[in-house]
């Protein structure tokens, strides 16, 4: 017996070659983003992604292999970012502000985009329940907003967990877009149960450096050549639609040395080549199609 299958709710099917026709900017037509993860993990307790095996709590191995980014490696991919005069979306636990405010602040001095990415990575959200879940989509608002500024527009869920109403507590805590979905290479908007606007902006689990160098084991080399080999095809799939391309990173994976040489080749390539390219933060994606009259509801 066939049956009709659940559906989210949140968008319509609409194929990549039947949409509405805009560009980026000065007429530019692929939108480049860098999503930079900077995470802090409890000791003995939670998540996290592993080096080797895990092991029974306290797991220092891999505790101290995700560490590094937060001492060394994060320090190394900001030189790089700088020399390179790229803007950065900032993935961010609140958890940094007690054991390393001064990375923030260093981001927050370029003015690069903060976004929301919970409190820590060694937890996952949507084991909450709905009051537990708003009240910690609020609470890292506030926290961001009270220690750096300005509230972020934005939100990627540790792990990329959700619950059935994430992208409705989103709205109704304020914020405008979500990085969960990699369903599309275009911003999408997403319905939600107040009738609030909230836009899915493309956020990569191909170009991400944890399920590829993690999860695939593919070293440092092979990753930048994705990136390369990524850009260089939308540079020609672009002519037909504008498109956006995010690059997620990590700084205790990429800001390993030996990996950090081969970041450094692949983001020389893109800048080399970006002729129609847009370097930008998934913020500036979002206020651009927001403002669209053909992107209108």
Not at 109 to 130: F, S, V
Not at 150 to 174: K, R, Y
Not at 217 to 229: E, L, S, T
Request: with cysteine; glycine share 8%.
């Amino acid at each position: 017996m066939n049956r009709i299958l659940k559906h989210h709710g949140r968008y319509p099917y609409a194929g990549i070659g039947h949409r509405p026709d805009y560009a980026w900017p000065d007429g530019r037509r692929l939108a480049v983003y860098l999503g930079f993860n900077i995470e802090h993990f409890d000791f003995g307790d939670g998540l996290g992604a592993a080096l080797g095996p895990k092991s029974p709590e306290p797991d220092v191995l891999n505790y101290a292999w995700r560490d590094y980014g937060n001492r060394v490696g994060v320090w190394r991919c900001l030189e790089l970012f700088e020399a390179l005069r790229l803007p950065v979306g900032v993935l961010l636990n609140t958890a940094l502000y007690d054991y390393c405010p001064e990375v923030v602040e260093a981001f927050v001095r370029r003015g690069d985009e903060l976004i929301g990415h919970g409190h820590t990575n060694a937890e996952r959200q949507a084991a909450l329940p709905e009051d537990g879940e708003r009240a910690l989509l609020a609470a890292c608002r506030a926290r961001i907003e009270r220690e750096s500024g300005s509230a972020p527009a934005g939100w990627l869920s540790p792990w990329i967990s959700e619950s059935f109403t994430t992208p409705d507590l989103l709205a109704e805590t304020g914020y405008r877009y979500t990085l969960n979905w990699c369903h599309d290479d275009q911003p999408v908007r997403f319905a939600t149960r107040s009738g609030q606007s909230l836009w899915s902006i493309p956020y990569p689990q191909e170009l991400n450096d944890i399920p590829m160098i993690v999860a695939r084991q593919m070293d440092g080399a092979a990753f930048a050549d994705m990136i390369v080999d990524n850009f260089d095809e939308m540079r020609l799939q672009c002519e037909a639609q504008p498109l956006v391309m995010g690059i997620a990173l990590h700084p205790y994976l990429v800001g390993q040395p030996y990996r950090l040489r081969h970041l450094r080749r692949a983001l020389q390539h893109l800048l080399a080549h970006a002729e129609r390219a847009w370097f930008t933060t998934p913020g500036a994606i979002c206020r651009h199609v927001d403002a669209l009259p053909q992107l209108a509801r």
